[in-house]
């Protein structure tokens, strides 16, 4: 303090305040401040808050002097001070109001030669019985060992916060290891076009057909390699399996070569092949029935206009070779989901033609030769968009009854086409009773199909829970659709894909066969109860051990690395 003082004075200043005259046990840091009672921490000092240790005048225990002090003098100790005694040792404590105290007793100790443990349990809900590099097991749950192991190896081991995570949720009969494990295996497609607002490189016009991105935030991939690169940067900062998920629009050409929708071919997605063996991916795809100068009045497989019609049915076969060849390429069944934006602005005065010629135009598509264990085409529906406010040719009826009667097709649901009151959550058991299998787009809807980024919100949640709960995660196909030019790209890739990781391990970390079966027994109380107690779980921990686990950040600390990839490629394009 007095060399502090004098080089004050040496600089020129006029004065210095010292800070603080006395400890202050009343302060509070964040490293602690969340497993304390705030309203109590003037009573007792916290030795890891440093905050408490500025004064000029010491505060430390007792009124004269500590009850102990760690000096090698054992005059201090009592009988009354052991917790537990056998024919050779004893274990005594002591505690005030900052430090807890032991003093180990045993007879013939070779301080150096014998190792000495001694597990500590200080709250109920916590601890192991288990310690790694200790062979025999506890008799009760520990939260910390002392271990006494010569000058230089004396240590004390604090349980991981996962290992504490783990035991909660094993009392209520949940595996978090084995929840873990299984998510691993789960794939999720990513969504190319979330890394160039939908635009595609087989045109350059305007997104038509009811589609429309809002926002023109800097770093939109410009070509193939510009996406693949950004798509590499996201998936860097994704825990879990993954597919590709691609619109037929995305083909990439050689140079001075090109091919209209309804020729594409196998080799014009090659790249993209090359691409998915890279990072050990499938593939799923999609064929592009809009932002083309043959949408014809805004209509495409339902049009009129047979010519019209006949390049949209042709634009959809070839985009069933295209999916085989996928296939086949990564050993991964593809999904190939059809989804048209037909229909009108205004009140129509033929409903059923529309549909009649898409049912036609559907059955045509899927008529072209393909493997069914190896691509899985899918009808998805939708309520209304731009342009089409009254009247939609594929709406929710429609695409789950063709689905229903024809063999080997699919019904795709993406949770932003329904109107604002339903929720998929409540539709997928509702088709896994009578499906197979079953397609999810997972989007996050604002009062109506507006596609915003996935969140760890309640919808999300309850669809993730749906598919768990019901045994489903081999039959439903989950692929995310969302596109926001209004933030930075790679984070909405990256939020979006880390939310439904959650909501599915969420919901494996649910107890559900304990849910099950309080509703079944008309428990309901006690069902509501347990919900709620639920809520409070420490998820986060697993959540971390999970991300651990897969190689990525488990905390907001990616968004560091995202930071840095715009300000190094996304703002010098």
Request: glycine share 6%; charged share 30%; hydrophobic share 35%.
């Amino acid at each position: 303090l007095v060399q502090c003082y004098k080089d004050i004075m040496a600089s020129g200043c006029a004065g210095s305040v010292a800070f603080t005259w006395q400890d202050e046990w009343f302060k509070r840091t964040w490293n602690t401040m969340a497993y304390t009672d705030l309203t109590k921490t003037c009573y007792w000092s916290d030795y890891q808050t440093n905050e408490q240790y500025f004064g000029i005048l010491s505060f430390d225990p007792g009124e004269v002097e500590s009850v102990c002090y760690v000096d090698g003098d054992v005059s201090e100790w009592e009988e009354t001070d052991i917790v537990m005694e056998t024919d050779t040792m004893s274990l005594s404590c002591k505690y005030d109001e900052k430090y807890v105290y032991f003093r180990v007793h045993k007879d013939d100790f070779h301080f150096g030669n014998e190792t000495l443990y001694v597990p500590i349990d200080t709250t109920p809900k916590s601890g192991s019985t288990a310690c790694d590099g200790i062979a025999p097991l506890f008799e009760q749950e520990a939260d910390f060992v002392l271990i006494i192991s010569g000058r230089e190896d004396t240590k004390i081991l604090v349980q991981e916060r996962y290992e504490a995570a783990r035991k909660m949720y094993a009392d209520v009969g949940v595996d978090t290891d084995a929840a873990i494990a299984k998510l691993k295996e789960i794939p999720v497609s990513l969504h190319c076009w979330q890394g160039d607002d939908v635009t595609g490189f087989d045109h350059d016009g305007p997104l038509t057909g009811g589609i429309q991105t809002t926002g023109n935030y800097p770093g939109k991939a410009k070509t193939p390699e510009q996406l693949m690169q950004d798509m590499e940067e996201a998936m860097s900062l994704m825990p879990g399996k993954k597919k590709l998920n691609l619109h037929a629009s995305y083909a990439i050409f050689e140079k001075g070569e090109f091919a209209d929708r309804d020729k594409l071919e196998p080799k014009h997605f090659r790249k993209w092949v090359d691409f998915a063996k890279k990072h050990h991916v499938g593939i799923d795809f999609n064929p592009t029935f809009f932002s083309h100068d043959k949408v014809k009045d805004g209509l495409t497989l339902t049009s009129p206009d047979e010519e019209t019609r006949k390049f949209w049915i042709e634009h959809g076969k070839a985009c069933i070779r295209i999916s085989e060849y996928f296939a086949k390429e990564t050993g991964v069944p593809c999904v190939m989901n059809i989804w048209i934006g037909d229909g009108y602005k205004d009140i129509p005065a033929d409903r059923m033609g529309p549909r009649m010629r898409y049912k036609d135009s559907i059955e045509q598509i899927i008529a072209e030769p393909h493997d069914p264990k190896l691509v899985k085409p899918c009808v998805e529906s939708k309520v209304f968009g731009i342009g089409v406010e009254s009247y939609t040719a594929g709406s929710a009826e429609f695409t789950l009854t063709f689905a229903a009667t024809h063999e080997n097709v699919l019904p795709l649901m993406d949770n932003g086409h329904y109107h604002p009151t339903e929720v998929v959550s409540d539709k997928i058991p509702a088709l896994l009773c009578y499906f197979p299998e079953i397609a999810l787009h997972i989007t996050r809807p604002v009062r109506w199909d507006s596609d915003h980024v996935v969140l760890f919100d309640d919808e999300t949640k309850e669809m993730a829970k749906e598919i768990v709960r019901c045994d489903a995660i081999d039959r439903v196909h989950m692929a995310l659709d969302y596109f926001d030019a209004g933030i930075n790209r790679i984070s909405a890739w990256t939020v979006g894909f880390r939310s439904w990781q959650k909501a599915l391990l969420s919901a494996l970390c649910t107890p559900n066969a304990e849910l099950k079966k309080l509703q079944d027994e008309n428990r309901l109380t006690e069902l509501m109860v347990m919900q709620e107690e639920l809520k409070t779980f420490p998820f986060g921990d697993v959540w971390t051990k999970y991300c651990e686990e897969c190689g990525v950040p488990a905390d907001k600390n990616w968004f560091a690395e995202v930071e840095r990839y715009e300000k190094e490629v996304l703002l010098n394009r």
